[in-house]
C-alpha cells in the first residue's frame, strides 16, 4: 500500500497563510486529492488531481505537487477553515494520510 | 443535487452479519463507479470497497476480503455493503461515495458499532 504522511497539526491566526503537507511512500503521479473534514459532518472534496480546485470551494484553497511530494495551501485562512484534513492517493488502491488537524489562534 | 442516504448501520455481536444500503440520486448512478470509506471513532479515513459501474468488478482492502461484499443495484440506483463475520476492528462510520478519481460525494455516513 502506498503511505501518505502529514503532520498532525497546526495553529494559525485568522489571515495568515497555512500550508498543510503529505509526502507519499512511492510516486503518484498527479493522482492526490484534498479533503476537508469539520467535526460531526462528512469529508468533503477540495482539490482534485493535485491541483484542481473542486467547484463551489473558494479560490483560497489551492493545491500543488507531483511524484511524492504535495501541499494544500490556504491563503488567507478563516475562522471557518478549523477542521482536518486529508490527502488521498488514487494511483492504486486508495489510501489516506493520517489527517492534519487545523487550529485557529 | 447529487444525494448519497446510507441505512442499515447498528449494534452487532462479534462475528454477526449486516448489511448497509446507500440510495444515490441526483446523478446517473449506472454510470459511475461507488466505494465505500470508514472511519474508525476518533480516527482516519480507511478505504473499504469499491465496484465498478456495471458491477462487473469489486476490490477489497485487504482486512476486510471474503468478509464483506459490494454490489449495487443500478436498476434501484441502490449501493449495497453485506458484512459478515464482524469484528471489534470494523467498528466504524461507514461513508457511501461516488468515484471520479477522487471520492466527489459523500454520503452522510452510518453507524456500525461490533460488541458484544
Known amino acids: 500500500d502506498t503511505v501518505l504522511t502529514q503532520s498532525p497539526a497546526l495553529a494559525v491566526s485568522p489571515g495568515e497563510r497555512v500550508t498543510i503537507s503529505c509526502r507519499a511512500s512511492e510516486s503518484v503521479s498527479t493522482l492526490m486529492h484534498w479533503y476537508q473534514q469539520k467535526p460531526g459532518q462528512q469529508p468533503t472534496l477540495l482539490i482534485y488531481?493535485?491541483?484542481n480546485l473542486e467547484s463551489g470551494v473558494p479560490a483560497r484553497f489551492s493545491g500543488s505537487g507531483s511524484g511524492t511530494d504535495f501541499t494544500l495551501t490556504i491563503d488567507p485562512v478563516e475562522a471557518d477553515d478549523t477542521a482536518t484534513y486529508y490527502c488521498?492517493?488514487?494511483?492504486?488502491?486508495?489510501?489516506f494520510g493520517g489527517g492534519t488537524k487545523l487550529e485557529l489562534k | 443535487e447529487v444525494q448519497l442516504v446510507e441505512s442499515g448501520g447498528g449494534l452487532v455481536q462479534p462475528g454477526r452479519s449486516l448489511k448497509l444500503s446507500c440510495a444515490a440520486s441526483?446523478?446517473?448512478?449506472?454510470?459511475?463507479?461507488m466505494a465505500w470509506v470508514r472511519q474508525a471513532p476518533t480516527k482516519g479515513l480507511e478505504w473499504v470497497a469499491s465496484?465498478?459501474?456495471?458491477?462487473?468488478?469489486?476490490y477489497y482492502r485487504d482486512s476486510v476480503k471474503g468478509r464483506f461484499t459490494i454490489s449495487r443495484d443500478n436498476a434501484k440506483s441502490t449501493l449495497y455493503l453485506q458484512m459478515d463475520s464482524l469484528r471489534s476492528e470494523d467498528t466504524a462510520t461507514y461513508y457511501c461515495?461516488?468515484?471520479?478519481?477522487?471520492?466527489?460525494?459523500w454520503g452522510q455516513g452510518v453507524m456500525v458499532t461490533v460488541s458484544s
Open positions: 441526483g446523478f446517473t448512478f449506472s454510470n459511475y463507479y
Open positions: 461515495t461516488r468515484v471520479e478519481s477522487p471520492f466527489d460525494y
Open positions: 488521498q492517493q488514487s494511483w492504486n488502491d486508495p489510501t
Open positions: 465496484i465498478t459501474n456495471s458491477g462487473g468488478s469489486t
Open positions: 488531481l493535485a491541483s
